[in-house]
Each structure stands twice: as C-alpha cells, then as structure tokens.
C-alpha cells in the first residue's frame, strides 16, 4: 500500500521507486542506440548536484543588434575559461541569477543575455523585428563581439531550440551542447501544448486556459491569445498575460505550490513573456516544419547531452528521443522524479553531471581569445542573417 505523507497524501518517492527498476532495465537496453552512452533513469534524492554558489557578472552591458533592439548580456565566471552561451527559454522568459550557476565559474566563462524584447533587452516587449532568424543571429554577434571561436550552448525548452537553430547554422561555432527540456517548434508540439495534449494530465489547468479563449472552438488559440495580449484594454492585456503565466507555471514542475504561481504572476516581465511566447507560437516559431530535426545530421561531431524529464508535459520526451536519434553520438539523459523545470534538484544535477561529462572533451576551446572586449562595441563583422556556415 502507497506510503501517505502529511502535505498531500501520497509520498511520490514510493511511485518513483516502484517503477525505477523497470526504467534502468529499459534504459540499459538502449545502450547499444547511444554511441556517447546510454541514456539513465536518475533516482531521486540520491548523489545529487547542486548549483554552484551564487555569483555575479563581472561586466554586464547592451549590444546593438538592429536599428530597433539591444540586447542586455552578463559576463561571469573565468574570463579565460571554456565558454558557454546560456540561453533562456520562453520565448521572452529572461535569464535569472540562478542560470548563471549550474557551470563551475572558475573552470567556464558565463555568457548570458536576454533575447529581443525579454528581460532588460530594449525596448521593452517589443515584437517588431523579433523572430528566430533574428535571435539566432544576434547569438552570432555576440560571439563575435566577444572574440570567442567557439562556444558551447547551454539552453532548455525554448532555449534547445534555438540553440539547435544556431549550431545547425553555425556549427563551426559550437564546442558543444547542453540542451534540456526539448522543443523542436513542431506543429504537433505546438499542438500539445494548446490543443488538448496537456489536457491529457491537467484537465483543470487547461479548462481554466480554455475558458478565457473567445473562440475556443476554433483551433488558433496562439493567434488569439496574441490578439487579446494587443488589446487596447490595460486590464484585458493584464489578465490574459497573468493566466497565460500560471498555465505554464501549473505545468512546470510535478508540484507547484500556489506561492510559485504567485511568484510568477508578481514578476516586473509576465506580460513580455507571454506576449513573445504567443508572438512566436502563433507564427510556427517562424521555421520550416521539422527544420530543426531534419538538419540536426549537421551536428554529427559536436558533444551533446541531452536531458529530459521523465513527467515533462509541456515538451514530451518523445522530441528528446528523436533529436538524440538525429544527431550523430548525442546523448539522452532520461531524468526519473523531473518535468519540465530545470531548477527542479533532480533536472539540475542531471544538467550538471552533463556539463561535467562534456568539460574534457572542450577544454581547449578556453583561453583562445584575442582579447576582451566590451560586448555594447560594435563587431568588426556583423552576419548579415543569410550568411552560414558551409
């Protein structure tokens, strides 16, 4: 009989156990699938790592990036260290202190930035401009301001994807990727997450999203959450970014605590991250349909490990499996007791282990710049947002 415990009744930690074993004989099966290693299911609440302590940017600054945007960036951790891009999700989510500590800041060199329109970027929610094609490049731009050859890319959920969009078009850039929380912009992901998948799991939570829709017959709810997100009523645009907010943090996590939502909702930057987020869905993320998938061949040689959670009901793994099935000696990391959040302690010492794995293998990509430079002057070569590696 399941173990009871007093907060809600049931103690997960006996579910997880009852079926772990069935998930590392499954696991171990695979390994003649994985070239790196094979994929693992993680007990929780044994060998964890955590994040590293707290820290803060040695130098923070704005980059032009367009005759509208500039984009706030933080350098942290080792100036001559290994170089990691760390790439927020959302689209529009903005990078948070804790992003900044899941490398060993005396071993790697911590780039962060807050993508177009999110975060301290400016101006502020600003959509004009504003699409993949344009974030990959401005990723581009700030290697190149930084004088960096190569860099790794360290990004979950909408951060996987565009790092998966930079690597396939600059992969003589990337040393290596860390990816978590796998979205590869497909209809059917997008789908899922709007159309009823998700209702599979929390019928609840997304009754509560259906029911401020004004259509909700029609099956274009990005397109309509934009819409309303663009209305000319402050309290309109106010409500639909709030629900929007708590339908994805309900989502996050196996348990999210009313204070968390609240957390979320009481953010300075709900509203640009809503409105980015369904700025992006509402136009197909503005790729192809299954570009990422179809190019992921072109990473064959770039260290990758991937990590998913077993619970993951925004993104399902099935898009982890398949990348790591595309590219050439990737590696999946299955992570039992974990969905979608990578601050989760089972997600994040699975990052972490990750990064560890990988550091050997990119160890010379430290100390290769010309010199440092202040990421707001202008790079000696901007890309022209055709211009690819070949």
């Excluded at 994985?34 to 923070?60: H, R």
């Excluded at 259906?210 to 029609?218: D, F, R, T, Y």
């Excluded at 499996?321 to 990391?333: E, F, H, N």
């Excluded at 160890?363 to 000696?380: G, K, L, M, N, V």
Aim: glycine residues 8%; contains cysteine.
């Amino acid at each position: 009989m399941p173990r009871m415990n007093s907060s809600s009744g049931f103690d997960p930690r006996f579910r997880y156990r009852l079926h772990v074993v069935a998930c590392l004989v499954a696991f171990a099966s695979l390994g003649s699938l994985l070239p790196c290693a094979p994929a693992f299911a993680q007990v929780p609440g044994e060998n964890l790592q955590d994040y590293y302590p707290p820290i803060e940017p040695f130098q923070t600054g704005y980059l032009k990036v367009s005759d509208i945007h500039e984009i706030y960036y933080e350098l942290c951790g080792n100036p001559r260290g290994i170089p990691v891009m760390v790439l927020h999700g959302g689209p529009g989510g903005g990078c948070g202190p804790n992003m900044r500590r899941f490398h060993d800041p005396k071993r790697y060199f911590i780039i962060l930035h807050d993508q177009r329109g999110a975060g301290k970027s400016k101006p502020h929610a600003e959509l004009r401009d504003n699409n993949t094609q344009a974030l990959v490049d401005d990723i581009e731009r700030l290697r190149i301001a930084l004088r960096l050859p190569k860099v790794q890319l360290f990004g979950g959920s909408w951060g996987s994807t565009l790092a998966l969009a930079y690597a396939e078009k600059y992969p003589r850039h990337v040393s290596s990727l860390v990816l978590r929380g796998i979205f590869t912009a497909t209809r059917e992901e997008i789908d899922h997450f709007y159309h009823g998948g998700v209702a599979q799991y929390y019928p609840e939570v997304f009754d509560q999203l259906k029911s401020i829709v004004p259509k909700p017959e029609e099956k274009n709810y990005p397109a309509q959450f934009l819409e309303l997100l663009q209305s000319k009523d402050k309290s309109t645009r106010d409500k639909i970014a709030r629900a929007w907010a708590a339908y994805e943090t309900k989502l996050a996590a196996l348990v999210t605590s009313d204070a968390e939502v609240q957390e979320i909702l009481d953010a300075e930057d709900v509203y640009a991250f809503s409105l980015i987020e369904n700025h992006y869905m509402a136009n197909n993320c503005f790729l192809k349909e299954g570009q990422l998938l179809a190019d992921a061949p072109k990473l064959s040689g770039i260290p990758t490990v991937i990590c998913h959670g077993r619970y993951d009901v925004i993104c399902p793994p099935i898009a982890a499996w398949r990348v790591m099935k595309a590219i050439p000696g990737a590696r999946l990391v299955l992570v039992e007791a974990a969905g979608h959040s990578g601050s989760a302690p089972p997600m994040r010492s699975a990052l972490i282990e990750g990064i560890k794995s990988i550091q050997p293998l990119i160890a010379d990509t430290a100390d290769q710049r010309i010199e440092i430079r202040a990421a707001s002057q202008p790079a000696t070569t901007q890309p022209s947002g055709d211009q690819r590696d070949e």
